[in-house]
Protein backbone atom coordinates (compact mmCIF):
# COMPACT_ATOMS: atom_id res chain seq x y z
CA UNK A 1 0.00 0.00 0.00
CA UNK A 2 1.02 3.29 -0.60
CA UNK A 3 2.08 5.70 2.11
CA UNK A 4 2.05 9.34 1.73
CA UNK A 5 0.73 13.01 3.15
CA UNK A 6 -0.88 14.33 0.88
CA UNK A 7 -2.14 14.39 -2.57
CA UNK A 8 -1.88 17.95 -4.45
CA UNK A 9 -3.67 18.46 -7.87
CA UNK A 10 -2.35 21.43 -9.74
CA UNK A 11 -5.67 21.78 -12.03
CA UNK A 12 -9.42 21.06 -10.87
CA UNK A 13 -12.01 23.70 -11.08
CA UNK A 14 -13.88 22.95 -7.81
CA UNK A 15 -16.42 25.88 -7.92
CA UNK A 16 -17.74 24.98 -11.29
CA UNK A 17 -21.04 24.28 -10.57
CA UNK A 18 -21.40 25.53 -6.83
CA UNK A 19 -20.78 29.07 -8.11
CA UNK A 20 -22.80 28.10 -11.90
CA UNK A 21 -25.55 26.85 -9.41
CA UNK A 22 -25.33 30.52 -6.96
CA UNK A 23 -26.78 32.11 -9.94
CA UNK A 24 -30.11 32.68 -8.97
CA UNK A 25 -29.23 33.77 -5.53
CA UNK A 26 -26.84 36.83 -6.45
CA UNK A 27 -23.22 34.51 -6.11
CA UNK A 28 -23.85 33.64 -2.65
CA UNK A 29 -21.50 30.79 -1.24
CA UNK A 30 -24.00 28.93 0.75
CA UNK A 31 -22.33 27.89 4.07
CA UNK A 32 -24.33 24.86 3.91
CA UNK A 33 -22.37 21.44 2.49
CA UNK A 34 -25.52 20.20 1.68
CA UNK A 35 -26.84 23.08 -0.97
CA UNK A 36 -25.48 22.83 -4.43
CA UNK A 37 -23.71 26.22 -4.33
CA UNK A 38 -21.81 24.92 -1.84
CA UNK A 39 -17.74 23.29 -2.82
CA UNK A 40 -17.71 21.36 0.01
CA UNK A 41 -21.09 19.83 -1.69
CA UNK A 42 -20.56 16.02 -2.80
CA UNK A 43 -22.95 13.67 -5.38
CA UNK A 44 -23.77 10.45 -5.73
CA UNK A 45 -21.97 9.14 -8.57
CA UNK A 46 -24.08 5.30 -8.56
CA UNK A 47 -26.69 6.84 -11.00
CA UNK A 48 -25.71 9.53 -12.30
CA UNK A 49 -22.41 7.83 -13.56
CA UNK A 50 -24.47 5.68 -15.92
CA UNK A 51 -25.45 8.90 -17.55
CA UNK A 52 -21.50 9.77 -17.69
CA UNK A 53 -20.80 6.66 -19.59
CA UNK A 54 -23.96 6.97 -22.03
CA UNK A 55 -22.63 10.40 -23.17
CA UNK A 56 -19.26 10.43 -22.14
CA UNK A 57 -19.82 13.07 -19.96
CA UNK A 58 -19.60 13.39 -16.03
CA UNK A 59 -22.47 15.09 -14.15
CA UNK A 60 -21.58 14.51 -10.73
CA UNK A 61 -19.53 16.25 -8.59
CA UNK A 62 -15.48 15.06 -8.87
CA UNK A 63 -13.31 17.73 -7.22
CA UNK A 64 -15.70 18.94 -4.32
CA UNK A 65 -13.73 19.52 -1.32
CA UNK A 66 -15.53 16.55 0.78
CA UNK A 67 -14.18 14.23 -2.00
CA UNK A 68 -10.68 16.04 -1.55
CA UNK A 69 -10.96 15.34 2.08
CA UNK A 70 -11.58 11.65 1.89
CA UNK A 71 -8.70 11.25 -0.91
CA UNK A 72 -6.64 13.55 1.30
CA UNK A 73 -6.33 15.85 -1.58
CA UNK A 74 -5.17 18.83 0.62
CA UNK A 75 -3.05 21.05 -1.72
CA UNK A 76 -5.17 22.64 -4.90
CA UNK A 77 -4.44 24.89 -7.45
CA UNK A 78 -8.10 25.93 -8.49
CA UNK A 79 -8.84 26.87 -11.84
CA UNK A 80 -10.85 29.84 -12.16
CA UNK A 81 -12.64 29.67 -15.43
CA UNK A 82 -15.50 31.95 -16.84
CA UNK A 83 -17.78 29.59 -19.35
CA UNK A 84 -16.94 30.47 -22.95
CA UNK A 85 -19.32 31.83 -25.08
CA UNK A 86 -18.50 29.21 -27.50
CA UNK A 87 -20.13 26.61 -25.35
CA UNK A 88 -23.84 28.25 -25.54
CA UNK A 89 -23.41 29.99 -28.88
CA UNK A 90 -23.32 29.31 -32.69
CA UNK A 91 -19.93 30.54 -34.28
CA UNK A 92 -22.01 33.56 -35.52
CA UNK A 93 -22.42 34.46 -31.55
CA UNK A 94 -25.89 33.59 -31.83
CA UNK A 95 -27.85 31.35 -29.31
CA UNK A 96 -28.46 27.88 -29.56
CA UNK A 97 -32.17 27.16 -29.08
CA UNK A 98 -32.95 24.86 -25.60
CA UNK A 99 -32.46 21.58 -26.96
CA UNK A 100 -28.53 22.31 -27.47
CA UNK A 101 -28.81 24.84 -23.76
CA UNK A 102 -30.06 21.08 -21.81
CA UNK A 103 -27.04 19.17 -23.45
CA UNK A 104 -24.82 21.98 -22.46
CA UNK A 105 -26.36 22.11 -19.27
CA UNK A 106 -25.31 18.28 -19.29
CA UNK A 107 -22.06 18.61 -19.92
CA UNK A 108 -21.03 21.16 -17.09
CA UNK A 109 -23.68 21.17 -14.18
CA UNK A 110 -23.56 24.79 -14.05
CA UNK A 111 -26.97 25.34 -14.46
CA UNK A 112 -29.69 27.57 -16.43
CA UNK A 113 -29.20 30.76 -14.94
CA UNK A 114 -25.42 30.42 -15.68
CA UNK A 115 -26.06 29.41 -19.31
CA UNK A 116 -28.20 32.16 -19.80
CA UNK A 117 -26.28 34.60 -18.81
CA UNK A 118 -23.26 33.20 -20.33
CA UNK A 119 -25.01 33.50 -23.76
CA UNK A 120 -25.96 36.95 -23.29
CA UNK A 121 -22.16 37.99 -21.14
CA UNK A 122 -20.36 40.24 -24.05
CA UNK A 123 -17.33 40.81 -21.18
CA UNK A 124 -16.02 37.52 -19.06
CA UNK A 125 -13.81 39.69 -16.25
CA UNK A 126 -16.80 40.61 -13.93
CA UNK A 127 -17.77 36.83 -13.92
CA UNK A 128 -13.81 36.06 -13.07
CA UNK A 129 -14.07 38.60 -10.15
CA UNK A 130 -17.34 37.39 -9.19
CA UNK A 131 -15.27 33.09 -8.90
CA UNK A 132 -12.54 34.88 -7.06
CA UNK A 133 -15.19 35.98 -4.36
CA UNK A 134 -17.15 33.28 -4.46
CA UNK A 135 -14.11 31.48 -2.62
CA UNK A 136 -13.22 34.33 -0.56
CA UNK A 137 -16.70 34.03 0.98
CA UNK A 138 -16.41 31.14 2.95
CA UNK A 139 -12.04 31.37 3.05
CA UNK A 140 -11.28 29.73 6.76
CA UNK A 141 -14.77 29.36 7.63
CA UNK A 142 -15.06 26.33 9.09
CA UNK A 143 -18.12 23.78 7.57
CA UNK A 144 -21.27 23.86 9.80
CA UNK A 145 -22.42 20.35 10.11
CA UNK A 146 -22.36 16.33 8.44
CA UNK A 147 -19.17 14.29 8.45
CA UNK A 148 -16.97 17.17 7.80
CA UNK A 149 -17.57 19.99 10.30
CA UNK A 150 -15.24 21.59 11.67
CA UNK A 151 -13.00 21.33 8.36
CA UNK A 152 -12.19 24.61 6.14
CA UNK A 153 -10.26 25.45 3.25
CA UNK A 154 -7.69 28.14 3.27
CA UNK A 155 -6.49 31.13 0.58
CA UNK A 156 -2.58 30.93 0.50
CA UNK A 157 -1.35 34.10 -0.55
CA UNK A 158 2.24 33.02 0.71
CA UNK A 159 5.03 29.85 1.23
CA UNK A 160 4.09 30.08 4.74
CA UNK A 161 0.20 29.79 4.33
CA UNK A 162 0.53 27.11 2.31
CA UNK A 163 3.15 25.00 4.58
CA UNK A 164 0.35 26.10 7.60
CA UNK A 165 -2.54 24.54 5.60
CA UNK A 166 -0.80 21.37 5.17
CA UNK A 167 0.39 21.38 9.02
CA UNK A 168 -3.15 21.77 9.61
CA UNK A 169 -5.01 18.49 9.88
CA UNK A 170 -8.85 20.47 9.23
CA UNK A 171 -7.30 22.37 6.11
CA UNK A 172 -7.31 22.05 2.46
CA UNK A 173 -4.79 24.86 1.08
CA UNK A 174 -5.93 26.36 -1.68
CA UNK A 175 -4.06 28.52 -4.63
CA UNK A 176 -5.54 30.13 -7.92
CA UNK A 177 -4.89 29.83 -11.43
CA UNK A 178 -7.07 30.87 -14.12
CA UNK A 179 -7.83 28.89 -17.73
CA UNK A 180 -7.97 30.95 -20.64
CA UNK A 181 -6.94 34.88 -20.86
CA UNK A 182 -10.37 35.32 -22.67
CA UNK A 183 -10.95 35.27 -18.58
CA UNK A 184 -9.74 39.65 -18.89
CA UNK A 185 -12.04 40.10 -21.36
CA UNK A 186 -10.72 39.50 -25.15
CA UNK A 187 -12.30 37.01 -27.29
CA UNK A 188 -16.51 37.31 -25.88
CA UNK A 189 -17.50 39.89 -28.89
CA UNK A 190 -14.31 39.80 -31.33
CA UNK A 191 -16.47 39.14 -33.79
CA UNK A 192 -17.82 42.80 -33.37
CA UNK A 193 -14.88 44.56 -32.40
CA UNK A 194 -11.11 44.13 -31.33
CA UNK A 195 -10.83 44.16 -27.47
CA UNK A 196 -8.83 47.83 -25.72
CA UNK A 197 -5.79 46.47 -25.41
CA UNK A 198 -5.16 49.47 -22.41
CA UNK A 199 -8.01 47.43 -20.77
CA UNK A 200 -6.95 44.04 -21.05
CA UNK A 201 -3.58 45.34 -19.60
CA UNK A 202 -5.56 47.56 -16.99
CA UNK A 203 -6.60 43.97 -15.61
CA UNK A 204 -3.80 41.93 -15.78
CA UNK A 205 -2.52 44.73 -13.42
CA UNK A 206 -6.02 44.71 -10.74
CA UNK A 207 -5.70 40.93 -10.58
CA UNK A 208 -1.97 40.90 -10.08
CA UNK A 209 -3.08 42.68 -6.82
CA UNK A 210 -5.21 40.32 -6.05
CA UNK A 211 -4.37 39.30 -1.84
CA UNK A 212 -4.31 35.91 -3.28
CA UNK A 213 -2.74 35.95 -6.91
CA UNK A 214 -2.69 33.64 -9.23
CA UNK A 215 -0.05 30.99 -9.64
CA UNK A 216 -0.52 30.37 -13.40
CA UNK A 217 -2.37 31.67 -16.55
CA UNK A 218 -3.12 28.69 -19.19
CA UNK A 219 -3.36 31.23 -22.19
CA UNK A 220 -5.66 29.93 -24.46
CA UNK A 221 -8.76 27.56 -23.93
CA UNK A 222 -11.11 26.48 -26.81
CA UNK A 223 -12.32 29.24 -28.48
CA UNK A 224 -10.44 32.51 -30.25
CA UNK A 225 -9.05 35.13 -27.34
CA UNK A 226 -7.77 37.64 -29.80
CA UNK A 227 -4.03 36.46 -28.27
CA UNK A 228 -2.99 33.29 -30.96
CA UNK A 229 -4.01 30.07 -31.53
CA UNK A 230 -5.76 27.02 -29.84
CA UNK A 231 -5.09 23.58 -30.29
CA UNK A 232 -8.65 21.74 -30.97
CA UNK A 233 -9.65 20.30 -27.90
CA UNK A 234 -13.07 19.53 -28.50
CA UNK A 235 -14.95 16.10 -29.79
CA UNK A 236 -17.76 13.71 -29.33
CA UNK A 237 -21.75 15.41 -28.50
CA UNK A 238 -19.90 18.76 -27.19
CA UNK A 239 -18.01 19.49 -30.62
CA UNK A 240 -21.38 19.05 -32.38
CA UNK A 241 -22.96 21.47 -30.77
CA UNK A 242 -19.70 24.05 -31.36
CA UNK A 243 -17.40 25.67 -33.33
CA UNK A 244 -13.85 26.09 -32.63
CA UNK A 245 -12.71 27.18 -35.96
CA UNK A 246 -11.74 30.50 -35.53
CA UNK A 247 -8.12 31.07 -35.12
CA UNK A 248 -7.39 27.30 -34.57
CA UNK A 249 -3.37 26.49 -35.14
CA UNK A 250 -2.41 30.27 -35.42
CA UNK A 251 0.43 31.94 -34.15
CA UNK A 252 1.14 33.80 -30.98
CA UNK A 253 0.46 37.33 -31.69
CA UNK A 254 1.66 40.99 -30.62
CA UNK A 255 -1.18 41.05 -28.62
CA UNK A 256 -0.57 37.80 -26.80
CA UNK A 257 3.03 38.52 -26.05
CA UNK A 258 2.28 41.88 -24.64
CA UNK A 259 -0.31 39.95 -22.48
CA UNK A 260 2.89 37.21 -21.94
CA UNK A 261 5.30 39.80 -20.59
CA UNK A 262 3.03 41.74 -18.46
CA UNK A 263 1.90 38.45 -16.57
CA UNK A 264 5.72 37.64 -16.62
CA UNK A 265 6.34 40.79 -15.14
CA UNK A 266 8.04 40.17 -11.76
CA UNK A 267 7.67 44.02 -10.51
CA UNK A 268 4.64 43.45 -9.21
CA UNK A 269 4.53 39.49 -8.83
CA UNK A 270 4.90 37.31 -11.48
CA UNK A 271 2.24 34.77 -12.75
CA UNK A 272 3.43 31.97 -15.01
CA UNK A 273 2.21 31.10 -18.48
CA UNK A 274 0.58 27.19 -19.01
CA UNK A 275 1.01 26.31 -21.88
CA UNK A 276 -1.60 24.31 -22.02
CA UNK A 277 -4.57 24.56 -24.99
CA UNK A 278 -1.96 26.68 -27.14
CA UNK A 279 -1.15 25.52 -30.84
CA UNK A 280 1.73 23.86 -31.78
CA UNK A 281 3.01 27.06 -33.15
CA UNK A 282 1.58 29.22 -30.33
CA UNK A 283 4.06 26.89 -27.93
CA UNK A 284 7.21 26.87 -30.25
CA UNK A 285 6.25 30.99 -30.37
CA UNK A 286 6.07 30.86 -26.66
CA UNK A 287 9.66 29.07 -26.15
CA UNK A 288 11.24 31.35 -28.56
CA UNK A 289 10.30 34.77 -26.86
CA UNK A 290 11.21 32.94 -23.79
CA UNK A 291 14.50 32.35 -25.27
CA UNK A 292 15.09 35.95 -26.58
CA UNK A 293 13.99 37.93 -23.61
CA UNK A 294 14.51 36.37 -20.47
CA UNK A 295 17.41 33.75 -21.49
CA UNK A 296 16.82 30.24 -21.32
CA UNK A 297 15.68 28.15 -18.82
CA UNK A 298 14.98 31.06 -16.53
CA UNK A 299 11.15 31.11 -16.51
CA UNK A 300 8.97 27.63 -15.48
CA UNK A 301 7.15 26.26 -17.58
CA UNK A 302 3.93 24.79 -16.89
CA UNK A 303 1.52 22.20 -18.38
CA UNK A 304 -1.34 22.30 -15.87
CA UNK A 305 -3.21 19.48 -17.10
CA UNK A 306 -1.30 17.41 -19.96
CA UNK A 307 -0.92 14.37 -21.45
CA UNK A 308 2.35 12.89 -24.13
CA UNK A 309 1.28 12.26 -27.88
CA UNK A 310 4.36 9.86 -27.35
CA UNK A 311 5.84 11.04 -30.98
CA UNK A 312 9.28 10.36 -30.80
CA UNK A 313 7.75 6.42 -30.00
CA UNK A 314 8.41 4.50 -33.40
CA UNK A 315 5.90 1.69 -33.71
CA UNK A 316 2.56 0.87 -32.06
CA UNK A 317 2.23 4.41 -30.00
CA UNK A 318 -0.17 3.84 -27.48
CA UNK A 319 -0.86 7.95 -26.64
CA UNK A 320 -3.05 10.02 -28.60
CA UNK A 321 -0.49 11.67 -31.10
CA UNK A 322 -2.56 14.88 -31.42
CA UNK A 323 -2.11 18.81 -31.09
CA UNK A 324 -3.81 19.05 -27.90
CA UNK A 325 -0.98 16.73 -26.04
CA UNK A 326 2.93 16.98 -25.24
CA UNK A 327 5.30 15.92 -27.75
CA UNK A 328 9.43 15.23 -26.32
CA UNK A 329 10.62 18.21 -27.09
CA UNK A 330 7.59 19.88 -25.08
CA UNK A 331 8.74 17.63 -22.24
CA UNK A 332 11.75 18.25 -22.11
CA UNK A 333 11.48 22.07 -21.86
CA UNK A 334 9.40 21.86 -19.57
CA UNK A 335 11.74 19.87 -17.31
CA UNK A 336 15.20 22.15 -17.91
CA UNK A 337 12.54 25.22 -17.19
CA UNK A 338 12.04 23.72 -14.04
CA UNK A 339 8.39 23.80 -14.03
CA UNK A 340 5.20 20.96 -14.32
CA UNK A 341 3.94 18.85 -16.24
CA UNK A 342 0.23 17.83 -14.58
CA UNK A 343 -0.78 14.28 -16.02
CA UNK A 344 -4.63 14.09 -16.45
CA UNK A 345 -7.12 12.00 -16.11
CA UNK A 346 -9.08 12.56 -19.31
CA UNK A 347 -9.84 9.18 -21.28
CA UNK A 348 -9.80 11.86 -24.45
CA UNK A 349 -6.42 12.82 -23.87
CA UNK A 350 -5.01 9.85 -21.95
CA UNK A 351 -4.46 7.24 -24.89
CA UNK A 352 -5.17 6.76 -28.38
CA UNK A 353 -8.76 5.77 -28.91
CA UNK A 354 -7.81 2.06 -29.56
CA UNK A 355 -5.96 1.45 -26.28
CA UNK A 356 -9.33 2.89 -24.57
CA UNK A 357 -11.80 0.67 -26.53
CA UNK A 358 -9.03 -2.23 -25.63
CA UNK A 359 -9.25 -0.87 -21.86
CA UNK A 360 -13.08 -0.87 -21.63
CA UNK A 361 -13.39 -4.41 -23.64
CA UNK A 362 -11.13 -5.98 -20.40
CA UNK A 363 -12.99 -6.49 -17.44
CA UNK A 364 -10.65 -8.34 -15.61
CA UNK A 365 -8.01 -6.08 -13.41
CA UNK A 366 -10.19 -2.86 -14.14
CA UNK A 367 -8.24 -0.66 -11.74
CA UNK A 368 -4.76 -2.29 -13.03
CA UNK A 369 -5.39 -1.57 -16.34
CA UNK A 370 -6.69 2.29 -15.69
CA UNK A 371 -4.02 3.28 -13.37
CA UNK A 372 -1.76 1.73 -16.16
CA UNK A 373 -2.45 4.68 -18.58
CA UNK A 374 -1.98 6.85 -15.89
CA UNK A 375 1.52 4.90 -14.65
CA UNK A 376 2.74 4.86 -18.93
CA UNK A 377 2.37 9.01 -18.66
CA UNK A 378 4.76 9.32 -15.79
CA UNK A 379 7.30 6.40 -17.50
CA UNK A 380 7.10 8.72 -20.70
CA UNK A 381 8.13 11.68 -19.10
CA UNK A 382 10.60 9.47 -17.03
CA UNK A 383 12.41 7.99 -19.66
CA UNK A 384 12.19 11.17 -22.18
CA UNK A 385 13.72 13.44 -19.53
CA UNK A 386 16.41 10.64 -18.47
CA UNK A 387 17.43 9.98 -22.20
CA UNK A 388 17.92 13.47 -22.19
CA UNK A 389 20.39 13.52 -19.29
CA UNK A 390 17.72 15.45 -16.48
CA UNK A 391 16.20 13.98 -13.45
CA UNK A 392 13.31 12.17 -14.60
CA UNK A 393 10.60 12.10 -11.63
CA UNK A 394 10.62 16.31 -10.65
CA UNK A 395 8.01 17.29 -13.70
CA UNK A 396 5.18 15.16 -13.47
CA UNK A 397 2.33 15.77 -10.92
CA UNK A 398 -1.41 15.56 -11.01
CA UNK A 399 -3.73 17.54 -12.83
CA UNK A 400 -6.71 16.35 -13.12
CA UNK A 401 -9.23 18.33 -14.69
CA UNK A 402 -11.98 17.05 -12.73
CA UNK A 403 -15.27 18.99 -13.21
CA UNK A 404 -13.72 20.53 -16.03
CA UNK A 405 -15.83 19.41 -18.20
CA UNK A 406 -14.06 16.48 -18.76
CA UNK A 407 -14.50 12.42 -19.47
CA UNK A 408 -12.27 11.07 -17.00
CA UNK A 409 -11.33 7.48 -16.77
CA UNK A 410 -13.03 4.56 -15.30
CA UNK A 411 -12.55 3.69 -11.59
CA UNK A 412 -10.53 7.08 -11.09
CA UNK A 413 -13.45 9.58 -11.59
CA UNK A 414 -12.86 11.73 -8.28
CA UNK A 415 -10.48 12.97 -6.08
CA UNK A 416 -11.66 10.15 -3.39
CA UNK A 417 -10.49 7.56 -5.99
CA UNK A 418 -6.65 9.13 -6.20
CA UNK A 419 -5.42 6.90 -3.05
CA UNK A 420 -6.40 3.79 -4.92
CA UNK A 421 -4.42 5.35 -7.99
CA UNK A 422 -1.35 6.11 -5.77
CA UNK A 423 -1.71 2.04 -4.76
CA UNK A 424 -1.55 1.22 -8.43
CA UNK A 425 0.86 3.18 -9.28
CA UNK A 426 3.13 1.95 -6.56
CA UNK A 427 2.60 -1.30 -8.22
CA UNK A 428 3.52 -0.40 -11.33
CA UNK A 429 6.41 1.60 -10.15
CA UNK A 430 7.84 -1.71 -8.62
CA UNK A 431 7.30 -3.98 -11.51
CA UNK A 432 9.28 -1.33 -13.32
CA UNK A 433 12.15 -1.38 -10.93
CA UNK A 434 12.15 -4.62 -10.45
CA UNK A 435 12.18 -6.28 -13.80
CA UNK A 436 15.43 -7.97 -14.76
CA UNK A 437 18.54 -5.47 -15.27
CA UNK A 438 16.66 -2.37 -13.64
CA UNK A 439 15.04 0.20 -15.02
CA UNK A 440 15.51 1.22 -18.40
CA UNK A 441 17.08 4.92 -17.59
CA UNK A 442 20.95 5.67 -18.37
CA UNK A 443 21.48 8.25 -15.05
CA UNK A 444 21.81 6.74 -11.90
CA UNK A 445 20.36 9.41 -10.02
CA UNK A 446 17.17 8.36 -12.06
CA UNK A 447 17.44 4.73 -11.37
CA UNK A 448 18.42 4.55 -7.57
CA UNK A 449 14.94 6.56 -6.35
CA UNK A 450 13.07 4.32 -4.58
CA UNK A 451 9.82 3.93 -5.67
CA UNK A 452 7.75 5.13 -2.68
CA UNK A 453 9.65 8.37 -2.48
CA UNK A 454 8.91 8.48 -7.10
CA UNK A 455 5.40 8.19 -6.02
CA UNK A 456 5.70 10.92 -3.01
CA UNK A 457 6.91 13.41 -5.75
CA UNK A 458 4.42 12.54 -8.11
CA UNK A 459 1.57 13.21 -5.69
CA UNK A 460 2.18 16.48 -4.07
CA UNK A 461 6.32 16.90 -3.85
CA UNK A 462 6.65 18.01 -7.18
CA UNK A 463 3.74 20.54 -7.00
CA UNK A 464 4.65 21.69 -3.61
CA UNK A 465 8.18 23.01 -4.54
CA UNK A 466 7.10 25.02 -7.44
CA UNK A 467 4.06 26.41 -5.96
CA UNK A 468 6.50 27.45 -2.49
CA UNK A 469 8.79 28.76 -4.88
CA UNK A 470 6.48 31.05 -6.88
CA UNK A 471 4.47 32.68 -3.70
CA UNK A 472 5.76 35.58 -2.04
CA UNK A 473 7.89 34.99 0.71
ZN1 LIG B 1 -8.43 22.51 -20.17
Given amino acids: MATFDFIADIHCHPEMKPFGKSYPQGFRHDPDPRQPNNVW ?14 FGLTKFRQSDLSSGTLGRVRLLVVSLYPLERGFVTGANGRR ?44 GRPVPRGPHAGRHYRLCRTAQDVEQALNDPQATAVVFSIEGAHAFGPGAIFHEKPFDHALLLERITKVKKWPHRPLFVTLM ?10 APSLAGIVAL ?22 LLDPADGRILIDIKHMSRQCRDDYYRLLDQEYGPHTVPIVVSHGAVSGSALVANNPFLNEEINFDDDDLIRVARSGGLFGIQLDQRRIASA ?3 RANKNQLDRGRWRWAGLVWAQLRHVAEVLDHDGLPAW ?16 RRFQTHDDLPRLADFLLEHLEAYFNQRGGPPLQVAANRELPPQEILNRFLGGNALALIQQQLVA
Fill in 41 to 54: KRDRVDFLESLGLL
Fill in 354 to 356: EVI
Fill in 221 to 230: HHFYNELGGH
Fill in 96 to 139: HGPRIDALVNLATGVGPACIDATQATRDYFPTLEQQYEFWRQLD
Fill in 394 to 409: NTACLGTDFDGIVNPI
Fill in 241 to 262: STNQRHGRGEPLNDLGREVVRR
